[in-house]
């Protein structure tokens, strides 16, 4: 009996030594931790010489943006007006022109000998008249006296009312080959810019068809569609911002005209908008901008957006001072180098809005530079 009590003793002093360790060794832990310093309780790295902007909503114009292109107000095709073939052609494309300026030629040989025979006509028929008009003055003389009849006098004034219109169907025949030499010449109807030259020397050219295309750069306008939404929203004489890319040009330009009928594939209707001139060509892109109202939108400082990558970002300051980086959605940069902040923010926070290179996300600020 003795030695089994003995046995089992030993057993409950080897469970409450193990007690015993498990204890210390907790105790040792929690010491530990309550000793170390917590993450919440680590300085925070000082941030100073920032501007901090209270971000609050702005009133700015509704904008509505739409493309368009340049276009010449006076585009004239220049055809023949004969037929025949060119002999020689004086421009080429991108040459500028004045009004009247020879740029093509066209055989006019056989125009020339037409004009040769009219004018023997003519000359034959002058010819003809000016004796018709002696005899008639001989016997309105010899009438007057009673030396010859009625009946001989009437002869003679329809010889020469006959001689008179042959010498005028004579003139007009003239003149008529006389402008149809002159086809022979083709000159330039206004001035301006060569944009289409489609015949070269050798060809044969024929009336109607067209040969040359002069582009007026004196007067230009933009052809855009705007969306059927706006149909009440658009009216003559407004002004639109009209953006040229491949100038890297800002120009104000006014509706001119609008064409209310809706495309019904496109859902849009066509204005047209008058533009300065001044450097501009046929065919440029544009963009336009049209005012439609008021909305209210967050503005900050265009310097206040920090982009990482491929994201963008402002630092947002806390009441406390506490700056951290916040991902935003941009939209539109205005003239006043302000942007439009889309989502991420809301009014009435604060943000940096200067000194962005020196911001660190966690950093605090000092509280004199709070608003």
């Known amino acids: 009996m003795k030695k089994n009590s003995i046995c089992l003793l030993n057993k409950g ?180 810019i060569i944009t289409s030259k489609k015949i070269d020397g050798g060809s044969m050219a024929v009336p109607g068809q067209p040969l040359l295309t002069i582009e007026s750069d004196t007067a230009l306008y933009v052809e855009a569609f705007a969306d059927e939404t706006l149909t009440r929203g658009l009216s003559k004489g407004m002004t639109v911002d009209v953006a040229i890319e491949a100038t890297n040009r800002q120009l104000r330009g006014s509706i001119r005209d609008i064409v209310p009928a809706v495309d019904p594939q496109s859902r849009t209707f066509l204005i047209k908008i008058a533009l300065p001139a001044a450097g501009l060509k046929s065919g440029l892109y544009a963009r336009i901008r049209v005012p439609v109202g008021k909305k209210e939108v967050l503005l900050v400082p265009e310097g206040s957006v920090v982009s990482k990558g491929q994201l963008s970002g402002v630092y947002v300051v806390a009441p406390s001072g506490v700056m951290t980086y916040r991902l935003v959605k941009t939209g539109r940069i205005y003239p006043d180098r302000r942007i439009e902040i889309l989502s991420g923010l809301s009014g009435n926070e604060q943000i940096v809005s200067e000194g962005t290179q020196r911001a660190v996300d966690g950093g605090l600020v000092r509280k004199g530079q709070l608003k």
């Open 13 to 192: 002093d080897a469970f409450f030594c193990r007690l015993l360790v498990l204890l210390g060794l907790a105790s040792v832990i929690m010491g530990g931790c309550q000793g170390a310093p917590t993450p919440a309780e680590r300085p925070r790295p000082a941030v100073s010489d920032v501007k901090v902007t209270a971000v609050v909503l702005s009133k700015v114009d509704e904008i509505y943006e739409t493309t368009g292109t340049v276009k010449s107000e006076q585009v004239s095709n220049v055809a023949s007006r004969i037929m025949g073939v060119v002999t020689a052609v004086y421009v080429r494309e991108g040459d500028r022109v004045k009004a009247g300026q020879l740029l093509a030629t066209i055989d006019n040989r056989e125009l020339l000998q037409k004009v040769k025979g009219a004018a023997m006509a003519m000359e034959t028929a002058k010819s003809n008249k000016a004796m018709t008009e002696t005899t008639w003055r001989r016997y309105q003389q010899l009438y007057s006296e009673k030396a010859v009849s009625q009946q001989e006098m009437d002869q003679v004034e329809t010889q020469k009312k006959m001689a008179d219109s042959e010498y005028e169907r004579a003139k007009a025949a003239y003149e008529e080959t006389g402008i149809y030499e002159a086809y022979a010449k083709i000159k330039a109807p206004v001035t301006g």
